[in-house]
């Protein structure tokens, strides 16, 4: 008897282990331009974050006078919508594509995390803050230490990796990059051929207006150092990119309209040379600086 309860007792403790082996790794719910998934489990501050998800990327598209895209009422495929394994329902989610200002759109996978460390955690990085957004599909030289699920959810995809601890202004700045690369697309222009100070500039800029008063000060100041001494060149490299890229995007977005600005982003992406000359005398004066360079 001692001996049969022993063998039972062992069986439940092998089908415990075994059913936490088979722990879900994610779990997925509906995201109006996409799909979230949530490491391990749906957090109770799920639908906050979602919500706050959603703001964040009508104030980026907003910004620059844009709706978000909306789910297209079009048949899919594997080529222009999501499908990723549901644990749940043990069968595949679908994600159809989205449309936008006239094409079609892939939707956004984000990766939504507890906090900085299960991110970096997950993703294999010390590296990240905040929020992160592929501006291709995630591929494993970027981030080649990630853990194999993220692979499996987000590999191919268009995706936003963010930690339930980001400001609304890191939300705002990664949802910015969606829109430059979005806007860059429907617009024949290739984004990474941007300059990386107009890239984290317009990010910078698109965010601003939830931006704490003081860090605005302080980004003035850094732009207004860095031009002392310097002037705008190929790229900027660190991160100066980002306080001299505001300070630049906004003054352009202030002198030429969004819709100006933005019809500018050709030229940058083909000639920026010749747009630093354009552009780069009036920037300095409007920072208080001298318009001709420093020798
Ligand atoms: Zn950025």
Redesign the pocket.
């Known amino acids: 008897m001692i001996r049969t309860i022993a063998i039972i007792c062992a069986a439940v403790v092998l089908i415990g282990f075994s059913a936490a082996a088979q722990t879900v790794p994610y779990v997925l719910s509906p995201w109006q331009c996409g799909v979230i998934v949530w490491p391990n489990e749906v957090p109770d501050y799920a639908d906050h974050f979602a919500q706050r998800l959603t703001e964040a990327a009508e104030a980026a598209f907003g910004f620059w006078g844009y709706p978000l895209p909306t789910t297209a009422d079009k048949p899919y495929n594997e080529s222009n919508c999501v499908l990723i394994f549901d644990p749940a329902t043990q069968a595949e989610y679908v994600v159809p594509p989205l449309k936008w200002n006239g094409s079609e759109v892939l939707p956004v996978v984000v990766l939504a995390f507890s906090s900085e460390a299960a991110m970096r955690a997950a993703m294999g990085s010390t590296a990240l803050h905040g929020a992160f957004?592929f501006s291709g599909p995630m591929n494993r030289l970027s981030f080649p230490q990630a853990q194999p699920w993220v692979w499996d959810v987000g590999g191919g995809y268009r995706n936003m990796v963010c930690a339930s601890s980001a400001s609304n202004a890191t939300l705002i700045?990664?949802w910015a990059?969606w829109f430059t690369y979005q806007w860059g697309y429907s617009e024949a222009i290739a984004p990474h051929d941007l300059p990386d100070y107009i890239?984290?500039g317009i990010?910078e800029a698109t965010c601003a207006f939830v931006e704490d008063p003081n860090d605005a000060v302080y980004g003035r100041l850094q732009a207004y150092s860095w031009g002392l001494n310097k002037c705008l060149e190929g790229s900027i490299q660190g991160v100066m990119q980002y306080p001299v890229g505001e300070s630049l995007v906004s003054h352009l977005v202030e002198t030429l309209g969004t819709d100006g600005f933005l019809g500018t982003l050709s030229d940058w992406s083909t000639q920026a040379w010749f747009m630093v000359d354009c552009y780069q005398p009036e920037w300095r004066i409007s920072l208080g600086l001298p318009a001709s360079c420093p020798e």
């Open positions: 957004w700045h990664e990059h890239i984290e990010a």
